[in-house]
């Protein structure tokens, strides 16, 4: 597997959901689990994050078709592929500002990466890039090393930065 690329659009916040967009190349004719962490770095108590989660699909990257996807548990999903290339697209709801949750509103997008990043279960310390898609105006305040370029994007080492 290769480096992770999440796409985050923010600009339709007013709804209280980020619509988000995970792409990777796999090994063809696999399957790949994703999880989503059920806590967050400085929070003791084991959270529910998924529960937000909503429209879970999973499609082949260049031709769009549709690929098997089945929750394993309830913050898991597993992708069987024919494909060397997959695509995600699944949107969190968030409207709770709290230091462990996410909240979305037209006027900021707050949340934490244990609320968001879906992350393939066997490979922690892979690279993953984060782009946002922001409303005009909007500022974004982060840890992450900014991508040169155009846009919002984000480098993080693996899923222990991009969490914490």
Not at 44 to 70: C, F, K, M, N, P
Not at 88 to 96: A, M, T, W
Request: net charge negative; proline share 4%; with cysteine.
């Amino acid at each position: 597997m290769s480096e992770l690329h999440f796409e985050i659009d923010l600009t339709a916040s007013d709804s209280h959901r980020a619509h988000c967009c995970l792409r990777l190349d796999v090994v063809p004719n696999s399957s790949v689990e994703f999880f989503l962490p059920a806590w967050t770095p400085g929070s003791y108590l084991i959270r529910d994050y998924a529960r937000h989660v909503e429209g879970w699909t999973a499609r082949d990257a260049s031709t769009g078709a549709e690929q098997t996807s089945v929750k394993t548990a309830k913050n898991r999903f597993s992708v069987a592929t024919d494909s060397a290339s997959i695509e995600i697209e699944y949107e969190v709801y968030g409207h709770d500002l709290t230091v462990r949750t996410a909240d979305f509103t037209q006027d900021h997008a707050f949340f934490n990466g244990a609320c968001l990043f879906f992350w393939p279960i066997d490979a922690p310390d892979m690279a993953a890039t984060v782009e946002l898609m922001l409303p005009a105006g909007w500022q974004v305040a982060t840890q992450l090393e900014r991508v040169d370029g155009p846009g919002h994007r984000f480098r993080a080492d693996s899923l222990d930065h991009l969490m914490d």
